[in-house]
C-alpha cells in the first residue's frame, strides 16, 4: 500500500484518540474468552497498544506480556494503572523475538491485516509457533469483510461519527486483483480546517 508507514499510523495523534474509538462493548467477553483459555498461563498479545484488552486480563491475575512498535501507543499503557507493571517488547509483531514461552498468544481488532503481505502473516505464524506451549492457543479476531457489498467503483465512505463540532469518516479503496484495502480515518473539525 504507498505512503502507509504503520509508525505513522499510530503516532501520538493516533495514540491519543484511539481509546476513543477502540471501545465496542464486547470487552469484557473477550477478556474472559481469553482468561479460560490462557488457563493461569502467562499470554503474549501482539500489538498490544494502550492496553484495552491486556490491563483488564491482567486484572484477573492473567500474567500478559506484550509486543508493540509504537512507542506512543505503549506510553499511554505505562500512563494507565498496572500498565507499568506489563513487559513490552519493542518491534514488529510479526518477526521480533520474545524471551520464553506462552499458553496463549492473541492479537485482536483486525491488527493481523496490519501485515500487509500473506509472507508477513505466515512470518507472525511461525513467531508465535516459536514462542507457543505445546498445548496452547493462538486466538486471532479479524472481520469478515461485510463491506464488499456497499462498494461502489471499488470504494466507500461511511461516516463513522457524527457531532456539532467532529465528522469522522472511514473511506476505504479495494483491490480487487491484489486483495487489498487501502482505508484512512478523517476527522473534520473547526480546529483541523482551520
Known sequence: ???????????????????????????????????????????????????????????????????????????KLRAKPGGAQIAVTMGDFAVVAVPGTYRLIYVVFNTLFNLLTQDEQVRCFENVADHLTDDGSFVVEAFVPAFLHRLRNDQYVDAEAIRVDEVRLDVLRHDMATQMIEESHVSLSPQECA
Open 1 to 75: 500500500m504507498e505512503k502507509y508507514k504503520p509508525v505513522m499510523s499510530f503516532d501520538e495523534d493516533a495514540a491519543e484518540v484511539y481509546d476513543d474509538g477502540a471501545q465496542r462493548g464486547d470487552e469484557m467477553a473477550t477478556v474472559a474468552f481469553l482468561e479460560q483459555l490462557a488457563r493461569g498461563g502467562p499470554t503474549l498479545e501482539l500489538a498490544i497498544g494502550t492496553g484495552r484488552i491486556a490491563l483488564p486480563l491482567t486484572a484477573r491475575g492473567i500474567r500478559v506480556d506484550g509486543i508493540d512498535f509504537s512507542s506512543a501507543m505503549v506510553a
